[in-house]
C-alpha cells in the first residue's frame, strides 16, 4: 500500500490513494489500491474489496490491474484478470499467478503483461522483485534458485531461502526461512553475514539496517 517515485510517496489509507510529498497530501481517487508501483509518471496498482487483513488464510492479495496517470488524472484498466504481487520495471509489467489446491494447474509462476493486456509465462516461481538497477527472481522450477541480476551480469545464490527482504546499496538483507535469522548479502562479491541484534528489549530484537 506504499511506494515512492517523482520526489513523492503514494499510499492508500481506508480506500482512498493519497500523495504526499513532504508537505503537503492530496487525495488522487478513491480505491481499495494494494500493490502501488510507481513508473514514468504513472501510478500501477491492483484493486480489492474483498482483502482481509485479519484473515491467516488469505497469503497474498489478488485483483484486476490498473494504471492511474498522475498528469492527466484518468485511470486504466489493463487487465480482465485477477493477478498478484505486480511488479513494474523499465516500463514491463511482471506479476505472480499463484496455483491453488483446488487448482493447481498451471504451477505458480512469473507472468509479463504484454502490450494488448493479455500474458506470457515466463518461468516457474514465486516472486519477482526489482531493486532499482538489480532484478531479484525466486525460481522453483524443479529446483528453488534465487537470482540476482543487474545488466548483463548475474549472481545465483546458494542456499538463500529468502522471507521479508529489501536492498540497501549493493547489499541484499533477508530473513532466512530457515531459522530466522537476518543476512547481510554483498551483491558485488557474493559475501553472506549474519547480523546479530544491536539491542534486545522486552524480549524483542531490534535489527538497524543502515545505508
Not at 504451477?107 to 516457474?124: A, F, H, M, Q
Not at 536492498?167 to 532466512?176: A, P
Request: some cysteine; proline content about 3%.
Amino acid at each position: 500500500m506504499l511506494c515512492f517515485g517523482g520526489g513523492n510517496t503514494f499510499f492508500m489509507w481506508d480506500g482512498t490513494v493519497y500523495k504526499h510529498n513532504g508537505e503537503t497530501t492530496e487525495v488522487l481517487f478513491e480505491k481499495n489500491a494494494y500493490d502501488l508501483n510507481y513508473n514514468d509518471g504513472m501510478l500501477y496498482f491492483i484493486e480489492n474489496d474483498r482483502y482481509d487483513f485479519s484473515s491467516r488464510d488469505q497469503v497474498h492479495i489478488e485483483g484486476l490491474l490498473y494504471r492511474y496517470d498522475l498528469n492527466k488524472g484518468v485511470i486504466e484498466t489493463l487487465t480482465d484478470y485477477p493477478v498478484s504481487l505486480p511488479v513494474v520495471s523499465n516500463g514491463e509489467i511482471f506479476y505472480t499467478h499463484y496455483a491453488t489446491v483446488d487448482n493447481p494447474e498451471p504451477p505458480t509462476g512469473i507472468y509479463r503483461v504484454n502490450e494488448d493486456g493479455t500474458s506470457r509465462k515466463l518461468y516457474s516461481g514465486l516472486k519477482y522483485i526489482a531493486y532499482g538497477e538489480y532484478r531479484l527472481k525466486y525460481d522453483w522450477s524443479g529446483e528453488e534458485k534465487v537470482y540476482f541480476s543487474q545488466g548483463d551480469k548475474g549472481l545465483l545464490l546458494d542456499d538463500v531461502h529468502p522471507y521479508w527482504d529489501c536492498i540497501v546499496g549493493d547489499y541484499y538483507y533477508y530473513r532466512s526461512q530457515i531459522d530466522n535469522t537476518l543476512n547481510k548479502l554483498s551483491v558485488i562479491t557474493g559475501e553472506l553475514t549474519t547480523l546479530e541484534p544491536e539491542n534486545k528489549e522486552n524480549g524483542f530484537f531490534v535489527w538497524i539496517i543502515r545505508s
